[in-house]
Structures are given as C-alpha cells and as structure tokens.
C-alpha cells in the first residue's frame, strides 16, 4: 500500500520550453504532496508543499512562477517548469502524506530526471 | 532551525559484517526522526522512524536505529551487512515549522558493501 508514481520517468526537453511532471497517489488520498529537487549526489532540498485546493507554499528561493504546481485533486499533483533551462536539469521527487495522518509520514515517488538542452 | 548532520560520505563494510551508518540532529522541542534508503535513480524507501518509545527502533530489512537523546544522534545500524543494501541512506528530522511538518533531510550516507 501507500504507493506514489511519478510521470514522465525521464524527460528530456529543449532550453525556453515547459515541461509537466505528474505525481499521483496511486491507492490513498493525499491531501498535502510535496516536491523535492536533488542535484547528483547531494540531498533532497524541499522545493514546495502543496495541499489540495489551495495554493502551494515555496521555499525560499525557489521561483514560484518558474516552479507551477498545481494539487487539484486528493490524488494528483503537477509540477511544471517553465521556460526550462541548463540549470534546472536535476532530479524531482514527489513525496505524498495520507489524508488524515500526520504529513512528515511521506511516501516518495521514483523520482523524474529532467534534462534541459 | 532545525538541522540533520550525516559526517561520513561513503560507509565501506564487508558482507557479513555489521553496519553502522551515522546521523546527528538539532531540533527544537522533541524529535521525529526518520531513515531512508535510495537506490540509484529511484525515489526514497522507508526504513524506520522515531516519534516516542524505546530508544531502538527496528525497521525495514532487517535495519535498526539507536535513539540517543543526550548525544542527540540517531545511528542506523544492521547487525550483518548484504552486497543488496549498498545504496544511498538518508536521515531525515520532521521540521513542524509552517505547519506543514516538512521534513529535513541530511546529505546522505554512501553505503558499499564489498562481497
């Protein structure tokens, strides 16, 4: 149970265009998901907490209006980057707390590997 | 601010061997503690968590972790190591900051386990 999928797995994409990644909680509703980036071996920096039907809550530094997210259903939230870059290239994991539970209880998705060119 | 410190980079061990892989944090107020386990080019697994209880906290395969609140450390250890658990290990302290409980993660632990 508690499984969280990931769309696309990889993506490759040109510099100037947008591109969507989708996480989904395949068998539980989630109410708060979250995005993480991690650059090649280094950690996890959290990048956004959305809950449903309300606006996400960046960190700082992170571009809201270059990182969109959108949570608009208890199973399904997007993140897209606009105008990508070089730099944005990196790894996004999607981490999802069950409705009801406490949200530092997160289940992970396996991760989309974007690659700006 | 709360924070999660894992010292060592990459742990070596032989097959068989015990394992312990190391994590220190700094919170506020009483800690959730958390491991993870990363594969290359997956998405995190869960191992093990500390909310309250007893300071050893048994896990997924067979892992384990030591609760320390006085050294305020929160070691995960195994007591004989397979080739299977070389993988990326992440120790991670809920932030409740924000309301959000979000969580902190530390910069990872390199775990190889030579045959």
């Known amino acids: 149970g508690a499984v969280v999928s990931q769309h696309p797995s990889w993506v490759i994409c040109k510099s100037g265009t947008s591109v969507k990644i989708e996480c989904r909680s395949l068998?539980?509703?989630?109410?708060?998901m979250f995005w993480y980036r991690q650059f090649p071996k280094q950690s996890l920096m959290l990048m956004a907490t959305?809950?449903?039907?309300?606006?996400?809550?960046?960190e700082q530094g992170v571009e809201k209006d270059k990182f969109l997210i959108n949570h608009a259903s208890l199973t399904l939230s997007t993140l897209t980057v606009t105008s990508a870059h070089p730099e944005d290239s990196s790894f996004y994991i999607c981490?999802?707390?069950?409705?009801?539970?406490?949200?530092?209880?997160?289940?992970f998705g396996p991760g989309t590997r974007l690659t700006v060119t | 601010a709360q924070s999660v410190a894992q010292p060592e980079d990459q742990v070596n061990v032989a097959e068989g061997n015990p394992l312990t892989v190391k994590c220190t944090y700094s919170v506020s107020g009483n800690p959730y503690l958390f491991w993870y386990v990363q594969y290359p080019n997956r998405g995190l697994q869960f191992l093990l968590k500390y909310i309250t209880g007893d300071n050893l906290v048994k896990g997924s395969y067979g892992f384990e972790a030591e609760f320390n609140k006085s050294q305020t450390s929160f070691h995960l250890k195994k007591p004989s190591a397979l080739v299977s658990d070389s993988a990326l290990y992440f120790c991670a302290v809920r932030d409740p900051s924000g309301g959000y409980n979000k969580l902190i993660f530390g910069a990872g632990t390199r775990l190889a386990v030579h045959p």
């Open positions: 959305s809950n449903e039907g309300s606006k996400a809550t960046y």
């Open positions: 981490s999802a707390a069950i409705s009801g539970r406490a949200a530092y209880e997160q289940y």
């Open positions: 068998d539980f509703q989630a109410t708060t």
